[in-house]
């Protein structure tokens, strides 16, 4: 079970790609940076966080094998 605890205290970059994701369900990483603005290390980072909780999940794109596209998979609350 995801402890509410370890998502309040992400950094806001990860909290801000949480939000996106939970509106929009799957989203490449250009889209994230993108609609963010985020610097890329920032939004890679806010990813990399997100992953290590189990929250998101990476697939390949369908078109473009070298982009990934990240979904939700559980919500915290």
Not at 7 to 21: D, G, I, Q, T
Not at 54 to 73: F, T
């Amino acid at each position: 079970m995801f402890a509410r605890r370890s998502f309040l205290a992400l950094p806001p970059s990860a909290k801000l790609v949480y939000v996106l994701l939970k509106d929009r369900r799957r989203m490449s990483r250009r889209d994230l940076i993108d609609k963010t603005f985020l610097p890329p290390r920032t939004v890679n980072y806010g990813l990399s966080r997100l992953r290590a909780l189990g929250l998101i999940r990476e697939h390949e794109h369908e078109v473009d094998a070298r982009e990934r596209v990240y979904e939700l998979v559980s919500a915290p609350m």
